[in-house]
């Protein structure tokens, strides 16, 4: 009977994937169950902390982008990734694999497919990815971070269970910390851009802070992450202007920056309106662009439809549109708080707790 209970979670490649993965393990073993691990060889370097009881690693890659030499010898190294999964499983023998979107879980629920092991994948975006999508047809259920994904066909439709995006602890721990509005005080600004979006924060927020009142720029203080090479740069222009400024390439805390924070510029990421949801924090979001599937535009669509963010698409995020974006919100804090209050309306606290109860219906336990 402990064997049955054994859960293998299939998650790599980002924070993205890993958080939520993480965030169910937390849950499953709340429930009584064990877990491991399936990653990709890279990912396994920093999965070390990861709460699971082993870590197996498997290759992978992703085959798309590239030359027709480059794709092929990433479609065989899915192929070697597939098999190795498919030898682990039948030694660990779990009762169901659940995979986190990415190539790294293209072999493990493949694997896991081939072997007669029931799979669970789980659709963070608005928009379902590539790996998701060619894993759908397969996987016995789809869970949603979204109640409406997008890029399902009917019969994927029907296997679809809207259990929301989990979160880490420390985001249940910073949403207990309440929305105090600004008033006439220091109006608290996170900034962020993840690994794929530093950079233009760096280029366009403190360009758009310069373009303030002065009496705009003293209600200010500044959370920013940015690059290393953009650190000297950003928090040059922040105190020329004379603003309260926190610069570091990377916050452990961002949770814990985020609930203290009245306004969050970021990308849209499906773990950044978690957390946004789950904290209650109003954001300006700027979509990553680039993607095929759009989906962070989609995920940002979301919360503006819910009245907790504004949108700003790439093109159009410019120093004098944010600074125009800045300059309401600083006239308008009443709004700042009816944003707040729509984007925790919006959250899903117990999403963890909601997928752990469908993974376990899954594996019949």
């Not at 409406?148 to 929301?164: D, I, N, P, T, W």
């Not at 995006?165 to 249940?172: D, F, G, K, L, S």
């Not at 910390?177 to 924060?201: C, H, T």
Request: glycine share 10%.
């Amino acid at each position: 009977m402990a064997e049955s209970k054994l859960i293998m979670l299939a998650a790599g490649g980002t924070g993205g994937h890993l958080f939520p993965a993480e965030a169910l393990s937390h849950a499953l073993h709340a429930k009584g169950m064990r877990v491991v691990l399936m990653t990709d060889t890279r990912a396994a370097e920093y999965a070390g902390s990861f709460p699971a009881e082993a870590v197996h690693a498997v290759p992978a890659a992703t085959p798309s982008g590239r030359s027709p030499l480059e794709k092929a010898k990433a479609l065989l190294q899915l192929a070697r990734g597939t098999f190795a999964a498919r030898r682990i499983i039948g030694q660990v023998k779990p009762a169901v694999v659940v995979g986190f979107g990415g190539y790294p879980t293209v072999p493990p629920v493949l694997g896991a497919s081939l072997a007669g092991v029931r799979t669970l994948i789980h659709e963070q975006n608005a928009v379902i990815g590539r790996a998701n999508r060619f894993l759908a047809g397969r996987a016995n259920v789809i869970a949603t971070g979204f109640a409406q994904v997008g890029g399902l066909s009917a019969a994927q439709q029907a296997k679809c269970r809207h259990v929301g995006n989990p979160v880490r602890p420390a985001v249940i721990a910073a949403a207990e910390q309440g929305f105090e509005p600004p008033g006439e005080g220091k109006l608290r600004l996170l900034v962020f851009g993840g690994s794929q979006g530093a950079r233009i924060m760096a280029d366009i927020v403190p360009p758009a802070i310069q373009l303030l009142t002065d009496a705009e720029r003293a209600r200010l203080s500044i959370v920013q992450q940015a690059r290393a090479e953009d650190d000297d740069r950003v928090r040059g222009i922040y105190e020329k202007l004379g603003i309260r400024a926190t610069v570091a390439p990377f916050f452990k805390d961002l949770p814990a920056q985020m609930a203290a924070s009245h306004l969050v510029v970021a990308r849209s990421g499906a773990s950044t309106i978690a957390e946004l949801t789950v904290i209650g924090r109003p954001g300006i979001l700027v979509p990553l662009p680039g993607s095929l599937d759009q989906d962070q535009a989609a995920n940002a669509a979301f919360l503006v439809k819910a009245g907790g963010a504004v949108r700003i698409l790439q093109p159009e995020f410019t120093p004098r549109l944010l600074a125009g974006e800045l300059s309401r919100l600083i006239a308008e804090p009443e709004h700042l708080t009816a944003m707040a209050a729509n984007a925790k309306s919006a959250g899903i606290p117990d999403a963890a707790d909601r997928l752990a109860d469908l993974v376990i219906a899954t594996a019949h336990l």
